[in-house]
Nanobody
């Protein structure tokens, strides 16, 4: 079992930055790929980024490529999402997830999900 708790969301102006954190419980954190997803009001959940267990491979949605950076610290059981050059369309609840299929952008490769953290970008 892995429990995930996101933090770091908030209100920021367009062009600003935020860093999301996702703290995981459980001794098996380092064996899981981690992903970030988001869901805006009235829209379906969408993939943002993912990272393999070792951290040496990452994957990004085209909409965030070049602006967001995913990383992880297995010693701290934490995955991060650094978000720069934020846009109003980045406004959503952001969820982290743990799983074994890090390229499954529909979320089907992820077994554990956090409760989410709200990110609001004002124009």
């Amino acid at each position: 079992q892995v429990q995930l708790v996101e933090s770091g969301g908030g209100l920021v102006q367009a062009g600003g930055s935020l860093r999301l954190s996702c703290a995981a419980s459980g001794r098996t954190f380092s064996s899981y790929a981690m992903g970030w997803f988001r869901q805006a009001p009235g829209k379906e959940r969408e993939f943002v980024s993912s990272i393999v267990w070792s951290g040496h491979m990452t994957y990004y949605a085209d909409s965030v490529k070049g602006r967001f950076t995913i990383s992880r610290d297995n010693a701290k059981n934490t995955v991060y999402l650094q978000m720069n050059s934020l846009k109003p369309e980045d406004t959503a609840v952001y969820y982290c997830a743990a799983g074994t299929r890090w390229l499954r952008t529909d979320g089907s490769g992820y077994d554990y999900w956090g409760q989410g953290t709200q990110v609001t970008v004002s124009s």
